[in-house]
């Protein structure tokens, strides 16, 4: 059934940056008023996770200290990712009282991203929300890897599934399930959807899809029509995954709106806002994007 409304998160200051070499807050804070012109509610504004890692976003804390302004004048919900229970401190501390933390199903992938196998990695999901809804803060799992893993392949469904009943059981309050490496295609990701229904029948799922392989604006519609009402996205397809190879491009926020629009399903996001957005995202880089829109424009013209 087609959702009469999406909600999509802007990824571009995290995701979209981490495997960019690093710019200046400056450059953030540019791209952080582009993004928050476009309408979007949901920004994920930065990770608090190892500055020798992710030297990219090393700034975490400094970042932060600007959201305020764009929460009290734009009405947007900032989150950032966390890695460990010392993340979650870290991101508390800073202001933020939305955390994700991300769980790769896969062993391999969970071990080049953090160090960890697949089930020592869920087995912080009780401590890290702990930590958060002491501080009044919510937490979204996220289910990397949720299709394949660049290390190990196909991901067996039952490690999402594992992994999503602790996160339940420690009274999560929203999952997503993530296509890191863009290998994800319409039909698996409705069979895995309606698989995983029974589990998330009471709580917002969320899907991530990166656009490596052309299959992730399909794979996000799919989504949709099976129920999906939040989306990730990136200004300009910035992004993808470090430490996963080949992984790269997420879907392109204005890609996305536009596919949205144009099926009848309502967005909060202006697609002339966001293709500039991607222009501004596109110059601060310093090379091109992958977005379809960013080279095209709107079919409308005005």
């Avoid at 290390?151 to 999560?172: C, K």
């Avoid at 069979?191 to 996000?220: K, W």
């Avoid at 491009?249 to 204005?254: F, P, S």
Wanted: aromatic share 4%; proline share 5%; with cysteine.
């Amino acid at each position: 059934m087609n959702q009469e409304h999406v909600q999509i998160r802007d990824v571009s200051l995290r995701d979209g940056l981490q495997i960019e070499d690093p710019i200046p807050l400056s450059a953030k804070l540019e791209l952080l008023a582009a993004v928050a012109a476009t309408g979007v509610r949901e920004m994920e504004a930065t990770a608090f996770v190892s500055p020798s890692k992710v030297p990219a976003l090393a700034d975490a804390p400094d970042l932060a200290t600007h959201l305020q302004e764009y929460r009290d004048s734009h009405g947007i919900e900032f989150s950032a990712l966390v890695a460990s229970p010392n993340g979650a401190k870290r991101a508390i501390a800073a202001g933020l009282s939305s955390i994700e933390y991300v769980v790769s199903a896969a062993d391999g992938h969970s071990r080049a991203n953090v160090g960890r196998t697949a089930a020592e990695a869920t087995a912080l999901i009780p401590e890290i929300i702990s930590i958060a809804h002491d501080s009044g803060a919510s937490v979204e799992v996220i289910v990397a890897t949720t299709w394949d893993c660049p290390f190990d392949g196909p991901t067996p469904h039952q490690r999402v599934v594992d992994v999503m009943t602790t996160a339940l059981s420690s009274e999560v309050d929203r999952l997503a399930i993530a296509d890191t490496i863009g290998t994800a295609t319409p039909r698996r990701v409705t069979e895995t959807i309606e698989a995983l229904r029974p589990l998330v029948d009471e709580i917002p799922l969320g899907a991530h899809f990166h656009n490596t392989r052309g299959a992730g604006l399909a794979s996000a519609y799919a989504a949709v029509t099976a129920g999906v009402t939040r989306l990730d996205a990136s200004v300009g397809g910035l992004g993808g995954c470090p430490f996963a190879p080949g992984a790269s491009g997420n879907i392109a926020t204005e890609d996305l709106v536009y596919l949205l629009r144009d099926s009848g399903i309502g967005v909060d996001v202006d697609l002339d806002a966001a293709i500039e957005a991607a222009r501004v995202a596109q110059r601060l880089v310093g090379h091109d994007l992958p977005s379809a829109l960013l080279r095209a424009g709107d079919r409308i013209l005005n």
